[in-house]
């Protein structure tokens, strides 16, 4: 009799790599418009904020091109904005304010130019076309009186220039009937270079081995100029080395010590940095003295940096110090209390000492020594460096309702402080009853139409000055409604929230009144009115059916929409089987069954692992068959592995949507029959390795399983499973970050493996697509400066390999990343509690933008720059932090400023708090105790503070038994004290002083045996002395010994 015997298919399967790549590098470009609706114009979308920023050119700070305007009407839903950036950038129906593409720059011209003329450029945007004016130190051009000026699309052209009329400071003023802006100021130079003096120079005479100064006394010149010196006869250039040293400030030669090699004529030569013109002087004539050779001498600094030197950060600091002297001195330099720069460099035989790209930290005084065997000579001076005005926050144009307050904040860093000034129509705005300017900040009170116009805020120290225009439009107009908003049917189920939109476009703000029927609405905790004036009621039932009416009412106007409701029963679903669990090419029906409202029309839709089921892809396996109005079954033919999953049933009628779910379950037949010596694995994933076992059966056990077959691996097919958990993570200003849980390698299906991440704006059409070409990313990230925060959007993440393009995810909605925070910390307080010790408090404003994760304290000494200030972060909401380990008496600046993980808001205004002195450093002296029983009476010393520490307010007696480690305090005001050892053994006590900065040096230790419970007797009274004082000292301490109650 033969056994029947089965074999066992084993699957092993191994992931296969796909090659990495990178993500395409950078971002697209992105674009900004301006949008302006003409009075009363509804026929155009608007914005659903009233402030936009303008773009500003990074080099000098001004306005360059147009960013987000506000519309002429408001009050309204939400619209994309980045759809409309693109939509009207080239609109030329759209009116805006003047705003600057090209400002004029500095001008060098040359006198000796073959070229007659200077061009200084003017070019802004504006619709309607902006007309130009041009001032010259503050006073406008009168361009049609002198044929030598002449306009070209802007720019000012100046025929035969000249220095007496026309070098100065010039501004580009330009002007719409929007209003005026006025540009940077650009300076004209002119560039020359005099002769020197044709007389005859009288000749130098020294002894030999003295040093000698040679005077250049170079000609008038317009700008710097190069100088060197010729010896004898051009071009025998002298050569500067540590004896000879050519000044590039005064222009002089200086000679340490004279050799006979020196005699000679020496002629200075000059040249202009611009123009290339040479000049020479007149020969001065070099002899040497014959009464005799010069002694040794000392050396002599002759030539030396200012006592002061400023430098803007980033340029590069050249400070020169050579010295007379014989031997010839030898020259060093260092910086006074720190370190030489690591990036300083030194020229000329250290005579020139070099630091390029100066920064603040490079400030400091330094010192240049020159040193001979005959002693030495010291200079110092000091390293200022500055910072140009840089704009931290410019404006944003505004449209505001009359009656309104504007509030503007323009602030900006720079070295020394920038001040503020503000101007409306290029012209000095002044502090009137309705305007406040201070420290950068413009408040308007109560705007009026007259209030309209360009503004700019200038921002400047004694180095520079740059300019932030924005526009401020008042609106006026009577409420309107867009034409689909007039009359709207809304269908809902009992339960369900309604909300009926009612923001009527409108300035200024109108007044909202809601009827239902003929009846005012009256609030209650289930029916709301909006902020904005649309009308919430939670949990609807029949009651709640009817005709609404919206009106909006202003002093121009008014306007209505109506709104008809009905409640309906909620619909439910029963989708069967629940679960089921089948072979490989057996069939399914699925039955989904709707019970709903019998006024609505219902749809079905199938889907499987939350993808829609495509009938018509799907090989015929899928066929969906709607038996009755209110049910439908899918059908599933010869099912494959691949068709395991969660099938989904969703049931959706105009008032509400509901699904299901179902688990299908499909497994490999178990066995083969015995006589067969192949068998073929199906629905295996493309692009996997694989390898293969064996294990045979029959009915008295189950064999070993051979060893593995061969690798194989399936062809490439194009990826079918997309991204899950599509979702956003936070992300600085103007980012909408979008993240997503990475394809794993099994399912990415061949080589070339990648993400489509397509977004777009909620509410429009078209979607903008961005290639991903890494597999393992998990995140994109779009950047477009025209987004506002909390802007919503669409977003689906699709794949792709080299074999085609897959499926996307579901859509989901995502917000743009909030931004940093806007709003510094206010009620800002510091508090010193000790030597180290500083407690800062601070409130945080909760309506601002830019939810905080923490905050950052900046703190630095009184003496010290804000730019080397120290910096602690806390975390969530605290309020306060205890600064330690500062320095004692010593003055400390804090602020405070909020961040999260789109970066740092603006600092708090800086608060001031001194570290209390430190505590005194003298010990206690001469302790002495008696001892009775339990008892031990101390007295000591007082302790006198030095004039650097705290003042003594008291004492603390510390006690503890021996081998542990907390110890007792008696604090007390005297300078004796009573101390109660209540167990028996050995107790060590010290003593310290108390004061403001916290507690003074401990006297020494002293070890006391405690007798609790001891008779008190005058046998057992003993006087004890430890003194801390080398000279004698006779102290009485009176016994104090407790009364038998205490």
């Known amino acids: 009799m033969w056994l029947s015997w089965k074999l066992f298919l084993f699957l092993s399967l191994t992931g296969c790599l796909s090659e990495y790549s990178e993500a395409v590098p950078g971002l697209p470009t992105s674009y900004a418009a301006i949008l302006r609706l003409k009075s009363g114009s509804s026929s155009l979308p608007s914005f659903n904020s009233k402030n936009r920023p303008r773009l500003s050119s990074p080099s000098i700070g001004s306005v360059s091109s147009p960013a987000w305007r506000g519309a002429a009407q408001h009050y309204h839903s939400p619209t994309n904005l980045y759809h409309f950036s693109e939509a009207f950038k080239h609109d030329e129906s759209v009116d805006y304010g003047p705003v600057f593409v090209q400002e004029p720059g500095d001008v060098i011209f040359p006198t000796d130019s073959e070229e007659k003329k200077v061009f200084l450029n003017c070019q802004a945007r504006g619709n309607p076309t902006p007309t130009y004016r041009w001032l010259r130190n503050g006073t406008e051009i009168d361009i049609e009186s002198d044929y030598r000026y002449s306009l070209i699309e802007g720019s000012l052209m100046i025929n035969n220039p ?46 030999e081995g003295q040093g000698v100064v040679l005077m250049c006394s170079p000609p008038l010149h317009s700008p710097e100029i190069i100088y060197s010196w010729v010896f004898n006869e051009f071009p025998s250039f002298v050569t500067e080395d540590s004896r000879r040293f050519i000044s590039q400030e005064t222009g002089n030669l200086y000679i340490s010590k004279v050799q006979t090699s020196d005699v000679g004529s020496y002629i200075c030569l000059v040249k202009n940095t611009v123009t290339n013109a040479r000049v020479l002087s007149p020969p001065t004539p070099l002899t040497l003295r014959n009464d005799g050779v010069m002694g040794e001498y000392e050396p002599k600094i002759e030539v030396h940096f200012p006592y002061t030197v400023t430098a803007a950060r980033g340029t590069t600091v050249k400070m020169e110090c050579f010295a007379l002297g014989n031997p010839v001195p030898t020259i060093s330099w260092k910086k006074v209390n720190g370190h030489n720069p690591s990036k300083a460099r030194l020229r000329k035989s250290q005579a020139v000492l070099e630091i390029p790209n100066v920064q603040l930290e490079d400030a400091g005084m330094y010192e240049c020594k020159a040193e001979n065997s005959r002693g030495r000579n010291v200079f110092r001076g000091q390293l200022q460096v500055y910072t140009y005005p840089h704009w931290v926050e410019k404006l944003n144009d505004t449209q505001l309702d009359s009656g309104d307050q504007l509030r503007w904040e323009c602030k900006a860093t720079g070295k020394p402080r920038p001040t503020y000034q503000w101007l409306k129509n290029g012209v000095p705005l002044w502090p009137q009853n309705r305007i406040e300017m201070v420290n950068g900040v413009l408040v308007i009170h109560s705007v009026n139409v007259s209030d309209a116009g360009m503004y700019q805020c200038l921002a400047e120290n004694k180095y520079g000055t740059i300019y932030a225009s924005a526009e401020l439009k008042i609106l006026a107009s009577a409420p309107t409604f867009p034409l689909n908003q007039m009359r709207k049917t809304i269908i809902i189920t009992k339960g369900q929230e309604v909300l009926i939109e009612c923001k009527p476009q409108a300035s200024p703000k109108p007044t909202i009144t809601w009827k239902k029927g003929d009846k005012a609405i009256r609030e209650s905790k289930r029916i709301t009115i909006l902020p904005h004036g649309s009308l919430r009621i939670l949990n609807a039932s029949k009651s709640d059916e009817g005709r609404y009416s919206c009106q909006g009412v202003n002093v121009f106007g008014s306007a209505e929409i109506i709104a008809s409701v009905s409640v309906k029963e909620p619909t439910r679903i029963e989708l069967t089987p629940k679960k089921i669990e089948l072979t490989v090419g057996e069939s399914i029906v699925l039955s989904c069954k709707a019970l709903h409202d019998s006024t609505l029309d219902v749809t079905f839709y199938w889907t499987l692992n939350g993808q829609p089921i495509d009938f018509e892809k799907e090989g015929g396996h899928f066929e969906s068959i709607k038996a009755q109005a209110s049910s439908a079954d899918l059908m599933i033919r010869n099912i494959l592995l691949m068709h395991a999953g969660r099938y989904g049933c969703r049931v959706q009628t105009t008032a509400d949507t509901v699904s299901d779910e179902t688990e299908l379950l499909v497994r490999v037949p178990d066995v083969i029959s015995g006589d067969m010596e192949s068998a073929m694995a199906v629905e295996l994933n493309p692009w996997v390795e694989y390898e293969f076992r064996v294990v045979a059966t029959n009915k008295i056990g189950t064999g070993d399983p051979s060893t593995p077959s061969r690798v194989i691996r399936t062809n490439e097919a194009v990826p079918k499973t997309p991204p899950a958990n599509v979702s956003g993570r936070s992300g600085r200003r103007h980012e909408l970050v979008i993240a997503w849980e990475p394809v794993s390698e099994e399912f990415q299906n061949g080589q070339g493996f990648g993400y489509i991440v397509a977004f777009r704006p909620n509410g429009t059409r078209g979607w903008k697509e961005k290639m991903v070409t890494s597999s393992d990313a998990s995140k994109f990230i779009y950047r477009d400066e025209s987004v506002p925060p909390l802007t919503p959007f669409e977003v689906k993440v699709g794949v792709y390999n080299n074999k085609g393009d897959g499926p996307f995810s579901p859509i989901v909605v995502i917000c743009s990343a909030e931004g940093e925070p806007t709003a510094a910390p206010i009620d800002v307080t510091a508090t010193s509690l000790s030597v180290s010790e500083i407690l800062v408090a601070w409130k945080h404003i909760k309506e601002s933008l830019g939810r905080p994760q923490g905050f950052e304290v900046g703190y630095w000494k009184d003496m010290e720059q804000e730019e080397a200030a120290e910096k602690v972060k806390t975390e969530g909401n605290e309020s306060s ?6 320095e004692g008496n010593t003055l400390y600046h804090l602020t405070v400023r909020a961040y999260n993980a789109a970066g740092y808001g603006p600092p708090s205004t800086a608060v001031q708090a001194a570290t209390k002195k430190s505590p005194p450093s003298q010990a206690p002296g001469n302790v002495m105790w008696i001892q009775d029983g339990s008892h031990v009476s101390l007295g000591w010393e007082p302790v006198k503070s030095l004039a650097n520490e705290s003042d003594v307010k008291g004492y603390k007696v510390l006690f503890r038994q021996e081998g542990q480690s907390n110890s007792q305090v008696i604090e007390t005001q005297k300078t004796s004290a009573v101390v109660l050892l209540p167990d028996v053994g050995v107790y060590i006590i010290e003593v310290c002083a108390v004061s403001e900065g916290g507690d003074g040096t401990a006297s020494p230790q002293i070890r006391v045996p405690s007798l609790a419970g001891g008779k008190v007797t005058s046998a057992q009274s003993t006087l004890h002395a430890l003194s801390t004082s080398s000279s004698s000292v006779t102290l009485i301490l009176a016994l104090m010994v407790p009364s038998a109650s205490w």
């Open 881 to 886: 932090i205890l600064l330690t380990g500062l």
């Open 162 to 207: 000249s220095e007496m009329k026309d070098s100065g400071q010039y501004q580009c003023l330009t002007t719409n009937m929007f209003g005026s802006i006025l540009s940077r100021e650009a300076v004209l130079q002119f560039a020359y270079l005099g002769n020197f003096s044709g007389r005859t120079r009288s000749a130098v005479s020294v002894r």
